[in-house]
């Protein structure tokens, strides 16, 4: 279960293949999401912390693509309602099989923590369990465009009175000017936390394909489509933001 420091685009690759959340990636992931995504670990703190304020007791709260756990860890720690369960789940076989170790060895580090389920699979077809909480970090930009309303659709109505969605994405700015400008800073966070020219590259042409970001203005006007009444964002650092949508 050790991590490894993330050089999986420090050499010249004559083919840029898609990226994929495949065992190469599992192994360096922790160290890669560090240093490529601005206040993450905040991102991931808070959630928990946020949740806490949400979750209702024998209710569900939801880590919908939730790669390693980082979110489940968090909602674990703080989440003290009576009855609360975490579902998670990823479509990485990887992902799945080595999250299942980490919460295993956060279970033997601390006592009475929320039972937790951790499933393989799309969420695009999750029968979704009466919840309090849904926390979706740095997913739904993986998902098909075209399939972003209904799945929010869904949520929304499985999410129970008082609770909340919680969703991290990386933005895409509507003014060219600002987009650039934010671009540039983000590769300035990147090339400050030791990745080479050559790695900033190779990543983006990698990612480029898969992960389809939307503007803060994309994000409010579907989420209030699926039914949210109200969308308010709680953190951005750089091009990364989190935002609270209430039912």
């Known amino acids: 279960m050790t991590d490894q420091p993330d050089r999986l685009f420090s050499q010249p690759q004559p083919q840029i293949r898609d990226f994929v959340f495949n065992e190469d990636v599992v192994r360096v992931f922790p160290d890669m999401i560090k240093r490529s995504v601005p206040g993450y670990p905040t991102i991931v703190e808070n959630i928990g912390v946020l949740a806490a304020e949400f979750a209702q007791a024998n209710s569900a709260l939801y880590d919908l693509g939730c790669s390693l756990g980082a979110v489940t860890q968090s909602l674990r720690r703080h989440v003290k309602a009576d009855g609360c369960r975490v579902i998670a789940m990823d479509n990485s076989t990887a992902m799945v099989e080595r999250c299942r170790e980490y919460l295993h060895a956060q279970d033997s580090m601390f006592q009475e923590l929320l039972p937790v389920e951790v499933l393989e699979g799309d969420i695009l077809n999750l029968a979704f369990q ?79 394909n898969v992960m389809k970001p939307d503007s803060f203005e994309q994000h409010r006007e579907r989420l209030h489509a699926a039914g949210f009444s109200q969308v308010l964002p709680w953190f951005q650092c750089i091009n990364f933001a989190s935002l609270i949508a209430l039912p």
């Open 130 to 208: 009466p919840a309090s909480l849904v926390a979706m970090n740095f997913t739904l930009q993986f998902i098909p465009p075209q399939e972003r309303l209904g799945l929010l659709q869904r949520i929304r109505q499985a999410l129970l009175p008082g609770g909340a969605l919680i969703l991290s994405e990386k933005l895409r700015f509507e003014d060219d000017s600002q987009q650039a400008l934010l671009t540039d800073l983000h590769i300035a966070f990147k090339r400050a936390n030791g990745y080479s020219e050559l790695e900033i590259a190779q990543k983006r042409s990698a990612i480029e």
